[in-house]
Structure formats: structure tokens, C-alpha cells
């Protein structure tokens, strides 16, 4: 086989800290980056792209922050400075504004989204965009938690689940 079969895993710094020439955040769905999503769908390449992290690490850490310990041990988990980080949503904002605007393209969002906890949310995204997938790594923790729901969800969606 010649030439790429996947692009990515396109890491979370993209969207939170690349910065353009001019010094300010280059946003996921800056369209000086449309050219690689059009051509990665045009020559069938899927992205695996991972935007974010837990909403959590973009919270508050406070004792109602269910992952205080884990940014406690790993202070380089810490999205709250809204001075040098996005908000978890807007990042999400951005990231699905780009993946509409490239229905050609096979998107894979690397543990589903961060959207584990909410399956509802992705499944509509889901449904709204055919070309995107999405893979399960490191959300065991939030499908413990809704095993009906998680059931259902992997078996509606069994075919574009990794």
C-alpha cells in the first residue's frame, strides 16, 4: 500500500495552544486550515483528531470538581486560566463548526468527543454528520456509568465506533 492511510492522532494543542504568526489562537475552524481537511476527504484520508479534554479540567477546582485529585497530582491538566485557554465549549463550538463545514471528510474523534458522560450530545452530533466517527480510549470511567445507555448508544452507532 502507498501513501497515507490516516491522518492524525491531531493533538489537543491545536485549538488550545498553536498560535498563528500574529501571536493570537489558532482556532480549530480557522479556515487557513481548511485545505487539509478538503484534502484529506478528497483523497479519502480519515482524521483522528483530538480536541480538548475532560469539561472538568476547564472547570473550577473546587471540591465540586468530581477530578480535583487527578489536576491536583498533574497540575498540567489545568484549563482554567480562560487568559491562556479557550473554554471547553467553545473548543467543541469550534471543532463541530469544522467538521460540518467538510462532510467529504472521515473525522474519527479520539475519545468520543469528550462527550462520554453526555452520549446523548454525541449521538445527535453523530446523527447531524455522517462523516464522523469516533473512538472509546480513556472513557471506560463515564460508560461504567450508564451501561443501558452506553448499550445502546454502541449499537445504534456499532459501525462507526473504534
Do not use: C
Request: glycine letters at 8%; a neutral charge; charged letters at 25%.
Amino acid at each position: 500500500m502507498a501513501g497515507a492511510v490516516g491522518l492524525g492522532e491531531i493533538m489537543k494543542d491545536l485549538g488550545m495552544q498553536v498560535r498563528k504568526a500574529d501571536g493570537s489562537r489558532l482556532a480549530l475552524d480557522d479556515p487557513e486550515l481548511d485545505p487539509i481537511w478538503s484534502t484529506a476527504g478528497r483523497l479519502r484520508i480519515p482524521v483522528l483528531i483530538h480536541v480538548a479534554d475532560p469539561a472538568e479540567f476547564f472547570e473550577p477546582l473546587d471540591y465540586t470538581n468530581e477530578r480535583w485529585l487527578e489536576q491536583a497530582l498533574y497540575p498540567g491538566r489545568r484549563y482554567q486560566d480562560r487568559s491562556r485557554f479557550p473554554s471547553f465549549e467553545t473548543l467543541i463550538a469550534e471543532r463541530d463548526r469544522m467538521l460540518a463545514r467538510h462532510p467529504g471528510t472521515t473525522f474519527v474523534l479520539a475519545h468520543l468527543g469528550w462527550h462520554a458522560h453526555d452520549l446523548a450530545r454525541l449521538g445527535a452530533l453523530m446523527d447531524r454528520l455522517p462523516n464522523l466517527h469516533a473512538e472509546m480510549g480513556a472513557v471506560l470511567y463515564d460508560l461504567g456509568r450508564q451501561p443501558r445507555t452506553a448499550r445502546a448508544f454502541f449499537l445504534k452507532y456499532q459501525d462507526r465506533l473504534l
